[in-house]
């Protein structure tokens, strides 16, 4: 396999534990803790991403060697590596939880890319320091999901953390799916991740709470000099340069609340130690996609009582979130105000790209407030498909004859639509072709437009589990071809209409499409 140049500025420039090795430990004056995966007997290479290799400069010939799989199985480290295993707190279902940390990631070492760096982290290779009571492991359900969803929302423009390889390790791994004593062996499976920082607003929380203010000063610094250098010295003073990153952190994470409710995505368990800060999408646990438009809907069935991290609220949990990590940097800053001020941009932030997306959506020139709120009320009258819906939108036009008609198919059960509902929608969508023609939009520059923004493929919850049945029972295929087909998530694929279609009656319930647990 080709080498890889690591240059480990995470490791070589913030503090180490003094220990190495998984000894379960609580982390003082340190970030991180060196600690190797641990070896496993069999593995399998199952999946590996072209295009995520590709960023690491890594050939379809380099994927398919033997050194890459032992490498990213855990079983061999390369020249230059630096295993270890990061320290962080967090907020869970927004209770203060203490020390959490990487208890089943393990960072390999981050590769020197030009001007740009990846660290190359393994999911499910084994305990650290942090893996409290559990074992470091995963499960090949939950790693396919991973594996999965990140290359999926990296090509439909989210900004995510990337999948760079899924290995079956040939060992058992004994997991309570349901959290209903039925705890059974599964597949055992390590995901190889890539991002730039996998830092989170856990990280810093993690330094605050254990007063560490030197500590927190001289992370916060790395942290910007390494990810975000154009706004290291941008200011006059250090206070300045915090205050201009907290505003960059508060913004990316608006824009990204954008893009999920834009495509549908219910990431789950937002709890503050899932949020990256750079405002990527990460840790795929319990998350779904819609279905049916319902703001109220969450997969995560450890939710289901609260309902925190339900859909419509994912834009308010962000600030929340933020609003954490604003506590935690304010001993750096000392005036609240600036932080409250980042806090309140975001929230307008959010709106104008929210108002931005929705017009994009309708394929309009502009935002028309009223038609867009009666559409997503009309949305929740009757079970409607959230992706058909937007995507047969583009396609109805004055010349449409019978326009409800064309829609008929977005519906889960027409029947359950009354007269008046389908007269109401009637009335909207004479109303929307009105407001796109008085704009000077065209029919076909609109369905265009809504054709770039609305995704015609997405990873349906029912998909992902069929693609886990079969896995499961050693058939790959049903991945390969779902990632291809999500390879190009805005074009229309005549050989892959199967994989658009809405969720059949008997995922309606069925563990896995619509219940998840963070068993994982
Ligand atoms: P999550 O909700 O999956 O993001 O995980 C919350 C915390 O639990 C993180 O600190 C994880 O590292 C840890 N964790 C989850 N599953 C395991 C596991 N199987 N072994 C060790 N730690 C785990
Ligand atoms: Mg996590």
């Given at each position: 396999m080709k080498s890889l140049n690591f240059d480990n500025q995470?490791?070589?420039?913030?503090?180490?534990?003094?220990?190495?090795?998984?000894?379960?430990?609580?982390?003082?004056?340190?970030?991180?803790?060196?600690?190797?995966?641990?070896?496993?007997?069999?593995?399998?290479?199952?999946?590996?991403?072209?295009?995520?290799?590709?960023?690491?400069?890594?050939?379809?010939?380099?994927?398919?060697?033997?050194?890459?799989?032992?490498?990213?199985?855990?079983?061999?480290?390369?020249?230059?590596?630096?295993?270890?295993?990061?320290?962080?707190?967090?907020?869970?279902?927004?209770?203060?939880?203490?020390?959490?940390?990487?208890?089943?990631?393990?960072?390999?070492?981050?590769?020197?890319?030009?001007?740009?760096?990846?660290?190359?982290?393994?999911?499910?290779?084994?305990?650290?320091?942090?893996?409290?009571?559990?074992?470091?492991?995963?499960?090949?359900r939950s790693s396919l999901r991973e594996y999965l969803c990140s290359e999926a929302m990296h090509y439909l423009g989210v900004p995510t953390t990337r999948a760079l390889s899924l290995i079956t390790t040939g060992e058992d791994v004994v997991r309570d799916m349901l959290y209903d004593g039925n705890a059974a062996p599964e597949k055992g499976a390590v995901v190889c991740r890539l991002s730039s920082s996998f830092v989170r607003f856990g990280h810093f929380q993690m330094l605050a709470a254990r007063q560490e203010l030197d500590l927190l000063k001289e992370f916060t610094d790395f942290v910007i000099q390494r990810e975000f250098p154009q706004l290291d010295n941008l200011a006059e003073d250090a206070k300045g340069t915090y205050i201009a990153w907290f505003e960059e952190v508060c913004n990316r994470t608006a824009d990204l609340m954008v893009h999920w409710m834009r495509v549908g995505f219910v990431h789950g368990v937002m709890n503050t130690d899932n949020m990256s800060i750079l405002g990527e999408t990460i840790d795929y646990g319990p998350y779904g996609w819609l279905e049916g438009f319902d703001p109220n809907w969450t997969p995560n069935t450890t939710d289901a009582g609260q309902r925190r991290y339900r859909y419509g609220q994912q834009p308010a949990i962000g600030q929340w979130n933020l609003m954490q990590l604003a506590n935690?940097?304010?001993?750096?800053?000392?005036?609240?105000?600036?932080?409250?001020?980042?806090?309140?941009?975001?929230?307008?932030?959010?709106?104008?790209?929210?108002?931005?997306?929705?017009?994009?959506?309708?394929?309009?020139?502009?935002?028309?407030?009223?038609?867009?709120?009666?559409?997503?009320?009309?949305l929740t009258v009757s079970e409607t498909d959230m992706t058909l819906f937007f995507r047969a939108l583009a396609g109805i036009t004055e010349n449409t004859q019978q326009p409800f008609t064309t829609l008929e198919h977005c519906y889960y059960t027409l029947e359950l639509l009354s007269d008046a509902d389908k007269t109401q929608l009637k009335t909207w969508l004479a109303d929307y072709l009105k407001v796109a023609k008085t704009q000077g939009q065209s029919d076909e520059v609109r369905a265009v437009l809504m054709n770039q923004t609305n995704p015609k493929y997405v990873l349906r919850n029912y998909l992902s589990q069929i693609a886990i049945d079969s896995a499961e029972a050693g058939d790959y295929a049903k991945v390969d071809e779902l990632l291809q087909a999500l390879k190009r998530p805005y074009d229309e694929q005549p050989k892959y209409e199967h994989l658009a279609a809405k969720r059949p009656e008997w995922a309606r319930n069925k563990a896995g499409c619509s219940m998840l647990s963070c068993s994982s």
């Open positions: 995470f490791t070589g420039q913030l503090p180490a534990d003094a220990d190495t090795g998984s000894q379960r430990k609580q982390l003082k004056d340190a970030l991180f803790a060196r600690v190797n995966p641990t070896s496993v007997c069999a593995p399998t290479l199952i999946h590996y991403s072209e295009d995520a290799a590709q960023l690491l400069g890594l050939s379809p010939e380099d994927c398919a060697s033997e050194e890459f799989l032992q490498v990213f199985a855990g079983n061999k480290q390369l020249q230059g590596m630096d295993a270890h295993a990061t320290c962080y707190g967090g907020h869970q279902f927004g209770n203060w939880a203490g020390q959490l940390g990487d208890g089943r990631a393990i960072n390999l070492g981050e590769v020197a890319l030009g001007d740009k760096h990846l660290m190359l982290q393994l999911k499910g290779a084994g305990p650290t320091p942090f893996s409290r009571t559990a074992d470091g492991l995963a499960v090949l935690s940097i304010l001993p750096l800053i000392e005036d609240p105000k600036p932080l409250e001020d980042a806090l309140t941009a975001y929230v307008t932030r959010y709106e104008a790209g929210w108002q931005k997306t929705m017009t994009a959506k309708l394929g309009l020139k502009a935002y028309d407030k009223d038609l867009t709120d009666r559409l997503l009320t009309l």
